[in-house]
């Protein structure tokens, strides 16, 4: 008698269902993830992007009692607890307070909800009994007015994306939000109404790698500390119509791929030491104050394939940027109204 066929399907079962291996999740977790599914409907035209789908359909217990395995569900491989939540673009329609069981997963370290209809709710204010966050990317998904302070108190918050709802930055203001959450790496506020200026002590968080702003009512003086911040990949400060500031002296060790001062009240000239930003990318000065002449140092930089000087900018040697002319990797230019 053969008995391989046998040792192939031991093999096949213990590959195939690797459930046995590790600890199933916590039942705790698995029916607070059940009820917070239940409390929203699936509907398609909750979510924009094409690649979109309801994720929480194949969360049901009867077919796999391990939440761990469940789609955009991700746990702990020591202590089967959840620890991620990736919702995004996953057709989910309906309202969401405090009371929700989402706050009863303690341990989740990251939490994507992007690209849903919370249908206008408040952002719930228990945000901070998840006190591991380190990840939130809230974008898209019609949260509307103020955004509560206690989003802030996950201490270890390295990301933040609340960009394009309804939202409200007032009371707290932006500097109070974010005043003690000096670890942050990226912070996406794009469309928060803000209405304040830019607190100068963001230029002393070091870990900063992008702060993208756009069209957030900001106003008053631009902290010229922020250009210098070694880390800083991403600044975009884009239709803030009444923000003004200067460009500093830029430093070699600057870190600069993405600068984007589109329809801002910066002024001044652009100064020669932006060849020093040899990783920048794309470059927009278009529709601002800045003027005086287009410094020749710009054609050193190589990388950049996107550049809009379309404003009051004097480009007297058009020699200076025959470079991105000629460059094959070239893929806009706004040199409009450049004289
Ligand atoms: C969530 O936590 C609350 C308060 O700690 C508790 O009363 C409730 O039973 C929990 N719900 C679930 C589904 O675990
Ligand atoms: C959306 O919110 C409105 C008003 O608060 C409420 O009447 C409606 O039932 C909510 N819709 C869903 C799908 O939760
Ligand atoms: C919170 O939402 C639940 C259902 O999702 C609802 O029954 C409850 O009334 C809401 N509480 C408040 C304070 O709005
Ligand atoms: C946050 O979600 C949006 C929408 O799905 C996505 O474009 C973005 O990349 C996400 N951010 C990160 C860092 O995953
Ligand atoms: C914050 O991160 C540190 C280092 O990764 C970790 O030791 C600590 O437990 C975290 N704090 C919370 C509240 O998760
Ligand atoms: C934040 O979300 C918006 C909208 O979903 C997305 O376009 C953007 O790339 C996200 N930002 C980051 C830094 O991931
Ligand atoms: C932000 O709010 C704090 C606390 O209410 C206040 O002290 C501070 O002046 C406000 N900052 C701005 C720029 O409005
Ligand atoms: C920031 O943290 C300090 C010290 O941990 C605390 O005293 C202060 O109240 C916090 N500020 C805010 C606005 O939370
Ligand atoms: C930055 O930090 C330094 C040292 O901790 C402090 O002296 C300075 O006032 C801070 N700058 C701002 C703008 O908060
Ligand atoms: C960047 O360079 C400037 C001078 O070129 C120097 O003063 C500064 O300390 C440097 N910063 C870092 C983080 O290396």
Known sequence: MDFLPLRHLLLLIITCFPPFLQPLCHDDDSIALLE?????????FASANPFAYPKVSSWRL????DCCSWDGVECDTDTGRVVALDLSSSFLRGSMNSTST??????????????????FSQIPSAMNHLSRLTYLNLSASYFYCQVPFEISQPSNLSFL????????????????????????????????????????????????????????????????????LPNLQVLDLQNNPHL????????????????????????????SSIENLHFLVQLDFGVCRLSGLVPSSLGKLTRLTSLDL???????????LLFFKTSPSSSSYGLKNVS
Do not use: W
Not at 62 to 65: F, I, L, S
Not at 182 to 204: C, M, Q, R, T, W
Not at 310 to 320: D, F, P, Q, V, Y
């Open 161 to 228: 994306n609340l960009s394009c709802n309804d939202l409200v930055l007032k009371s707290p203001n932006l500097s109070s939000l974010v005043r003690n959450i000096s670890n942050l790496k990226e912070l996406h506020l794009s469309y928060v109404d803000i209405s304040s200026g830019v607190p100068s002590f963001l230029a002393n968080f070091s870990s900063l790698t992008s702060l993208l702003l756009d069209g957030c009512s900001l106003h008053g003086e631009f902290p010229n500390g922020i250009f210098l």
């Open 244 to 271: 003004m500031g200067y460009l500093p002296e830029f430093q070699s060790n600057s870190s600069f791929e993405v600068l984007l001062l589109h329809n801002t009240i910066f002024s001044g000239k652009i100064p």
């Open 102 to 119: 989402l706050f009863n997963l303690s341990q989740l370290q990251r939490l994507n909800f992007a690209d849903n209809n919370f249908n």
């Open 36 to 44: 917070f599914k239940n409390s929203f409907n699936i509907a398609k």
């Open 310 to 320: 379309s404003g009051k900018i004097i480009l007297r040697e058009m020699n200076s």
């Open 62 to 65: 009867e077919e796999n009692r």
